[in-house]
């Protein structure tokens, strides 16, 4: 077995190292997740190897539940989101900013997320391009977005869940 031992002194080169390398990370998961959107519901993972496309990657890459899940999920959901995906793939979102867009359009019918893909498209268009657009308010503006285009009646059932989760019960002991 390969032995671990803690790494050295870390040095200034390393954050352009660091951040080449999570930019790398980024580009090859676009790929697997444009793999998986292609793959899944397909038959070919059930044909070639007699399991669902989500077992599979457990067994073969060995992805945990969540990871099987969000990959294959992207996948389906960036099918309806050709801009959206095209940034991801060019590099020009990140990984952890797809998560969020696709959380963020979970639930919205494929007309909807054609349309959320839209709008993304017009803030970019409209900012002369993602450059100086902070990464986390990219995806709290598409979940605004998502949110708009579910409508008042989802917006209050979302609230609705948030109070029930957040409600906590005490009960004394019984002893």
């Known amino acids: 077995m390969k032995s671990y031992t803690r790494s050295?002194?870390?040095e200034?080169?390393?954050?352009e190292e660091l951040v080449d390398e999570l930019r790398a990370a980024d580009r090859a998961i676009a790929r697997a997740v444009?793999?998986?959107?292609?793959?899944?519901?397909?038959?070919?993972c059930e044909t070639v190897e007699g399991l669902p496309l989500e077992h599979f990657l457990g067994?073969?890459?060995?992805?945990?539940?969540s990871d099987r899940r969000m990959l294959i999920g992207a996948g389906e959901a960036l099918a309806a989101m050709p801009v959206t995906a095209g940034l991801f793939a060019d590099g020009a979102l990140s990984w952890s900013q797809v998560r969020g867009i696709v959380s963020a359009a979970k639930g919205l019918r494929v007309a909807q997320?054609?349309?959320l893909d839209a709008r993304v498209a017009a803030t970019i268009d409209q900012r002369g391009g993602l450059e100086g657009l902070d990464a986390d308010a990219l995806v709290w503006?598409?979940?605004?977005a998502a949110d708009e285009?579910?409508?008042p009646k989802a917006a209050r059932r979302a609230e609705q869940r948030q109070r029930d989760s957040a409600?906590?019960?005490?009960q004394s002991g019984l002893d």
Do not use: I
């Open 12 to 15: 200034p080169g390393q954050l």
């Open 34 to 44: 444009a793999l998986a959107g292609r793959l899944a519901g397909s038959g070919v």
């Open 59 to 65: 067994l073969a890459a060995r992805l945990t539940h």
């Open 167 to 170: 409600f906590l019960s005490r």
């Open 113 to 115: 997320r054609e349309d």
């Open 149 to 151: 285009l579910r409508g």
């Open 8 to 10: 050295q002194q870390a």
């Open 141 to 144: 503006a598409v979940s605004e």
